[in-house]
């Protein structure tokens, strides 16, 4: 969030205060464990908003999650639990039935725009400007 400077788009609650946070986080949802299952912020706050006094929390990661969270399972070599996390944990925990749908991911360089269109205004989606290694594909 501080990184270069303060970020506002990188704000959400609460707040990982130190790196070793961050890493639990990482470790508990790439863990395997059922407890753990993907969220995403799909209710963007406007630029106006973050960068305001108000500093609204959230991080808008809907139009990148899937491929933000496969780079992350990558990174932390669990590539092979990213389908649990994803679409398996959550609607057991909630006893729903699985989706029998599938998606498909493919391994090439996808670059996130700095700005999406998103309620009728701009959003800075996480990773804006940066180029991810997967791509929803259907």
């Known amino acids: 969030m501080f990184e270069g400077g303060i970020r506002p788009h990188f704000y959400c609650l609460p707040v990982?205060?130190?790196e070793l946070h961050r890493q639990a986080l990482r470790s508990a949802a790439t863990s395997g464990n059922p407890?753990?299952?993907?969220?995403?912020d799909s209710a963007p706050?406007?630029?106006?908003?973050?960068?305001?006094?108000?500093?609204?929390?959230?991080?808008?990661?809907?139009?990148?999650a899937i491929e933000s969270y496969a780079k992350t399972f990558?990174?932390?070599?669990?590539l092979d639990r990213l389908e649990g996390f994803a679409s398996e944990?959550?609607?057991?925990f909630y006893g729903l039935p699985l989706n029998p749908d599938f998606i498909t991911l493919e391994r090439v360089a996808t670059p996130v725009p700095a700005r999406v269109a998103a309620?009728?205004?701009e959003v800075v989606p996480?990773?804006?400007?940066e180029v991810l290694d997967w791509r929803f594909i259907g």
């Open 16 to 18: 990982a205060k130190r």
């Open 89 to 92: 944990y959550g609607p057991r």
């Open 45 to 64: 706050h406007g630029i106006e908003a973050k960068e305001s006094d108000c500093g609204c929390a959230g991080i808008y990661n809907a139009p990148f």
């Open 126 to 129: 996480f990773h804006a400007g």
């Open 35 to 40: 407890k753990f299952f993907l969220g995403t």
């Open 74 to 78: 990558e990174e932390e070599g669990a």
């Open 119 to 121: 309620a009728g205004t």
